[in-house]
């Protein structure tokens, strides 16, 4: 392993002014500087991890918390894709990360004390279930922390503009002429009751009639329980013509429990998902949806995080919306419209 006393010996120099030079310090000229950087990068040399923490107080390892229901881990597209682009922005700062759980070598332990064994700078709740006392206490401690859809007081959050996103898909399927629009949505998170806030309002705004037979409760990304809420309401004496998805994967059940039923897409009754994930793309047809963006939230929320490490007096816990995109399929049409080809 390159040393600095091998970089110093290479340049002329002692190993205070490689210390100095590759910690940016001013006290030396730029071009002394700028040499000795070059000569360190063709020496292929890199800095001791613990030699670095001891010297700056910070371990650059940024901890991430990720628990999900249903088990489906980073193939859980739309996490995923956060997750991805969180990695992307943490190491274009130096950070690495960490997965943060609540075992250690098989031992049982909490979230917070496993950040404090693995000596995270800060931690990013990208999903969890946030009424957990652990996940109450990681929030409550001294460790940076930022939470991805979901808000606490005085604590940064990046959050998807989730109302804004259904009363755009309400919108879309109004204009294409439905008024009898159902909704099923996924657990009772702070996700669901912004969606369900801005359904409603939306349809009010709109003169829209809600029957309460017409909003059904279900599982983010199960399509076998979309599959039995779809059915219900095709059962319904007084059916709605078109249906909004909790999201493009459960769509997928929705899709078979119409097609069971002898009905069409969009001939027969209009659907729509969320999230905008390539499956709706290669659906048949696709599925209109409403695109979350997932790269600009994880690039938000390690970049948030680390300015909270790096300047924590000037950088305020704030909450940073991140807008979407409507993505118009192939699945909503006018009610009782055929469709071409």
Not at 72 to 90: M, P, Q
Not at 106 to 126: E, M, S
């Given at each position: 392993?390159?040393?600095?006393?091998?970089?110093?010996?290479?340049?002329?120099?002692?190993?205070?002014?490689?210390?100095?030079?590759?910690?940016?310090?001013?006290?030396?000229?730029?071009?002394?500087?700028?040499?000795?950087?070059?000569?360190?990068?063709?020496?292929?040399?890199?800095?001791?991890?613990?030699?670095?923490?001891?010297?700056?107080?910070?371990?650059?390892?940024?901890?991430?918390?990720?628990?999900?229901?249903?088990?489906?881990?980073?193939?859980?597209?739309?996490?995923?894709?956060?997750?991805?682009?969180?990695?992307?922005?943490?190491?274009?700062?130096?950070?690495?990360?960490?997965?943060?759980?609540?075992?250690?070598?098989?031992?049982?332990?909490?979230?917070?004390?496993?950040?404090?064994?693995?000596?995270?700078?800060?931690?990013?709740i990208v999903c969890a279930d946030f009424a957990d006392p652990q996940v109450v206490e990681?929030?409550?401690?001294?460790?940076?922390?930022?939470?991805?859809?979901?808000?606490?007081?005085?604590?940064?959050?990046?959050?998807?503009?989730?109302?804004?996103?259904?009363?755009?898909?309400?919108?879309?399927?109004?204009?294409?002429?439905?008024?009898?629009?159902?909704?099923?949505?996924?657990?009772?998170?702070?996700?669901?009751?912004?969606?369900?806030?801005?359904?409603?309002?939306?349809?009010?705004?709109?003169?829209?009639?809600?029957?309460?037979?017409?909003?059904?409760?279900?599982?983010?990304?199960?399509?076998?329980?979309?599959?039995?809420?779809?059915?219900?309401?095709?059962?319904?004496?007084?059916?709605?013509?078109?249906?909004?998805?909790?999201?493009?994967?459960?769509?997928?059940?929705?899709?078979?429990?119409?097609?069971?039923?002898g009905l069409r897409i969009p001939e027969d009754i209009s659907t729509t998902g969320y999230?905008?994930?390539?499956?709706?793309?290669?659906?048949?047809?696709?599925?209109?949806?409403?695109?979350?963006?997932?790269?600009?939230?994880?690039?938000?929320?390690?970049?948030?995080?680390?300015?909270?490490?790096?300047?924590?007096?000037?950088?305020?816990?704030?909450?940073?919306?991140?807008?979407?995109?409507?993505?118009?399929?192939?699945?909503?049409?006018?009610?009782?419209?055929?469709?071409?080809?």
């Amino acid at each position: 392993m390159v040393s600095l006393k091998d970089i110093a010996q290479r340049c002329g120099v002692s190993v205070a002014t490689v210390s100095k030079a590759l910690n940016g310090q001013k006290d030396i000229g730029r071009e002394t500087r700028e040499r000795i950087r070059k000569i360190a990068d063709e020496m292929g040399y890199m800095p001791n991890s613990a030699a670095r923490a001891l010297k700056t107080h910070r371990t650059y390892n940024l901890g991430v918390l990720f628990e999900e229901e249903q088990r489906k881990g980073l193939t859980h597209e739309f996490f995923s894709l956060i997750l991805n682009s969180f990695k992307e922005e943490a190491e274009s700062h130096g950070y690495d990360i960490t997965f943060i759980s609540h075992n250690i070598g098989g031992k049982a332990t909490t979230y917070l004390r496993h950040c404090r064994y693995r000596g995270v700078d800060g931690a990013a709740i990208v999903c969890a279930d946030f009424a957990d006392p652990q996940v109450v206490e990681l929030i409550n401690s001294d460790i940076p922390v930022v939470t991805v859809d979901h808000t606490f007081n005085n604590r940064m959050a990046v959050l998807s503009d989730n109302i804004t996103g259904i009363s755009e898909l309400v919108r879309h399927a109004y204009n294409m002429g439905h008024r009898k629009i159902a909704m099923i949505h996924g657990e009772m998170t702070s996700v669901t009751e912004n969606r369900l806030a801005g359904f409603y309002k939306t349809c009010e705004e709109l003169g829209i009639t809600v029957p309460d037979e017409y909003v059904r409760s279900s599982i983010f990304y199960d399509a076998g329980n979309c599959y039995m809420i779809t059915r219900e309401l095709l059962a319904l004496r007084d059916r709605p013509t078109c249906i909004l998805f909790q999201d493009d994967f459960s769509a997928m059940g929705g899709y078979r429990a119409i097609a069971e039923a002898g009905l069409r897409i969009p001939e027969d009754i209009s659907t729509t998902g969320y999230d905008g994930i390539f499956l709706s793309e290669v659906m048949s047809p696709s599925l209109t949806t409403y695109r979350q963006n997932t790269a600009r939230m994880g690039c938000v929320a390690a970049d948030r995080l680390i300015a909270m490490i790096e300047h924590p007096r000037t950088t305020l816990p704030e909450r940073h919306m991140v807008s979407g995109q409507l993505v118009l399929g192939g699945s909503v049409a006018a009610p009782g419209k055929k469709r071409r080809g």
